[in-house]
């Protein structure tokens, strides 16, 4: 017996796609590559999707129509082949970095660098492998606050590619804008310019592989946090505020940013700074100069968990000012504050993990 195609796509004629009702040719999900070498044939069907639930019906009732029609002796070979083909996968930036934190704030002023820092430094201290990147691109004030304003770092070649390796003190991998120019001189870009910059910090460094990558953003809402949202999978947000209402009213604003629907970040929680003032000679005393407990009282409004109160201290800022941020300190009340604080954050960011799906990167049309 000689084959010839024709015998094969009236034997397929015969078979109806439980989709459309119709039968395979007039469907039109015979390709045009059926290949005859003796009593051996074979050829494609084209399926909507690979998910299709008639697939394996469909390729069955094939053979069996070839066998019937034509001849039992046909040895039937038949690939599949899909007309949406499955998106490519995106490629995760920095995917040895398991979980990327942003420290936010809807103001300046906050305490927000110095929560970002010592935080960083006590989840070093608690073991984890932790990286801390500057984002605020025109006001950089992490160099400072690690002592290193006269750090640069130099570039490294792994695998091909020239990479920035980010400074490391305290534990902590540090990169931030404030290496790359002079703390004298305002920093004066457009917006573009800015979000290239704060890409190359993110992509072209040697971060290699952290438990935590702690993002300190600038103050407000900006480009530069549609470029970090844009640019990475943010695992969660943790939100600084002071107590006083004007603070609290803009913390709202940081907090809707984050959970608008085409953002979606999870708000891992707030974090009460300068909740109180105590002298270090009056480690008992507590003076409430900015109102008391807002911060906590917005967080139950908002079913937040509040991290940390911490308070105001006059060797906060002298510490953060000398290059020596109070977790490096964590005998002293602040230095335990944000040691509470880091584990607070462990925990609600392994909840977080746990409970909802892994973070994607924002796509803005």
Not at 7 to 14: F, G, H, M, Q, R
Not at 24 to 34: F, H, K, P, Q, R
Not at 204 to 218: F, K, S, V
């Amino acid at each position: 017996m000689t084959l010839y195609p024709k015998l094969i796509t009236d034997a397929l004629a015969t078979v109806t796609y439980a989709g459309t009702k119709k039968n395979l040719v007039e469907s039109g999900m015979v390709a045009d590559n059926i290949r005859i070498d003796g009593m051996s044939v074979s050829f494609s069907l084209i399926f909507p999707r690979e998910t299709d639930p008639f697939l394996k019906s469909t390729l069955k009732a094939a053979e069996a129509a070839i066998h019937y029609y034509v001849s039992p002796e046909v040895n039937v070979t038949i690939t599949t082949e899909f007309t949406s083909q499955p998106k490519p996968k995106e490629e995760k930036l920095l995917p040895q970095v398991e979980n990327i934190i942003a420290v936010s704030s809807g103001k300046g002023g906050v305490g927000k660098s110095t929560v970002a820092a010592n935080l960083a430094i006590a989840m070093a201290t608690l073991g984890y492998k932790v990286g801390l990147l500057d984002t605020d691109i025109f006001g950089p004030s992490v160099p400072k606050m690690f002592g290193l304003e006269d750090g640069r770092p130099y570039a490294v070649k792994i695998d091909g590619r020239d990479l920035i390796e980010p400074l490391e003190k305290y534990g902590v991998k540090v990169l931030s804008i404030g290496f790359f120019v002079s703390p004298e001189t305002a920093t004066m870009w457009r917006g573009g310019m800015a979000s290239n910059v704060l890409k190359q910090l993110i992509g072209d460094a040697n971060w290699g592989e952290l438990d935590y990558l702690i993002l300190d953003t600038p103050p407000g809402t900006s480009d530069i946090h549609l470029t970090l949202l844009q640019t990475l999978a943010i695992t969660g947000a943790v939100i600084v505020s002071t107590p006083q209402e004007v603070a609290l009213a803009d913390a709202r604003k940081g907090i809707d940013m984050y959970q608008n629907e085409k953002v979606n970040v999870p708000i891992l929680g707030l974090v009460e700074n300068m909740s109180w003032f105590t002298p270090a000679e009056l480690p008992q005393n507590r003076y409430y100069l900015f109102g008391k407990e807002g911060c906590k009282k917005l967080a139950e409004e908002m079913h937040l968990p509040l991290l940390a109160q911490i308070p105001l201290v006059q060797s906060i800022c002298e510490s953060g000012d000398a290059g020596a941020p109070a977790a490096t300190k964590v005998d002293t009340v602040t230095g335990q504050a944000f040691l509470n604080l880091a584990q607070a954050v462990v925990t609600v960011t392994r909840r977080r993990n746990r409970d909802l799906p892994p973070s994607q990167a924002v796509h803005t049309h």
